[in-house]
T-cell receptor, first 114, second 116 residues
Framework: DVKVTQSSRYLVKRTGEKVFLECVQD?????MFWYRQDPGLGLRLIYF???????EKGDIPEGYSVSREKKERFSLILESASTNQTSMYLC?????????????FGDGTRLSIL | AQTVTQSQPEMSVQEAETVTLSCTYD???????LFWYKQPPSRQMILVIR??????QNATENRFSVNFQKAAKSFSLKISDSQLGDTAMYFC?????????????FGQGTILTVHP
């Protein structure tokens, strides 16, 4: 079974802090994704990666950056946290090149910015 | 750009009954995939069922089946013999084929509650 592990289930940070959310997958997947989940909006893609050091902006990248130094790890960075970034953050991974493969999700990190 | 719409924010059903969750999408792609994901309360999101657009036959996984109407761009999920463990948020998702790198576009979600 694919395991996608997010470093924290709950996180509380202050406005202006630099925040790191970590995600690790154990299935050698090339594709990794960061989403945020908000009530009534579903999941929205922030950034994704298809290889080490390769990253692409999703639909809502403003205020975020990412890092993929190793294949198994994909980090989401909030450069200067703001209250409107309070949300649930979900990481996912997927095997590239197999067309009908689904994404596998982590448990999520509920982030509160005070 | 693709859009996915789930018009039912909340649904409820009695245990052992059947319920259908609606999903419509908009795309100009001809090759794509559709998914239903389930997110139980405080638990991990998991895949329920998937449908390839080129397949005319509706996908089925045990008690879960879809009604895929390609011309109408509709992709509803039917849950038969509902169980208490089916209580969850359900998301409909779209993925274009080709070099989309597997990006998913999600609907707003439907909260399903199964009552004993």
């Amino acid at each position: 079974d694919v395991k996608v592990t997010q470093s924290s289930r709950y996180l509380v940070k202050r406005t202006g802090e630099k925040v790191f959310l970590e995600c690790v997958q154990d299935m050698d997947h090339e594709n990794m994704f960061w989403y945020r989940q908000d009530p009534g909006l579903g999941l929205r893609l922030i950034y994704f990666s298809y290889d080490v050091k390769m990253k692409e902006k999703g639909d809502i990248p403003e205020g975020y950056s990412v890092s993929r130094e190793k294949k198994e790890r994909f980090s989401l960075i909030l450069e200067s946290a703001s209250t409107n970034q309070t949300s649930m953050y979900l990481c996912a991974s997927r095997q590239l090149g197999v067309t009908n493969q689904p994404q596998h999700f982590g448990d999520g990190t509920r982030l509160s910015i005070l | 750009a693709q859009t996915v719409t789930q018009s039912q924010p909340e649904m409820s059903v009695q245990e052992a009954e059947t319920v259908t969750l609606s999903c419509t999408y908009d795309t100009s792609e001809s090759n794509y995939y559709l998914f239903w994901y389930k997110q139980p309360p405080s638990r991990q999101m998991i895949l329920v069922i998937r449908q390839e657009a080129y397949k005319q036959q509706n996908a089925t996984e045990n008690r879960f089946s879809v009604n895929f109407q390609k011309a109408a761009k509709s992709f509803s999920l039917k849950i038969s013999d509902s169980q208490l463990g089916d209580t969850a948020m359900y998301f409909c998702a779209f993925r274009a084929g080709g070099t989309s790198y597997g990006k998913l576009t999600f609907g707003q979600g439907t909260i399903l509650t199964v009552h004993p």
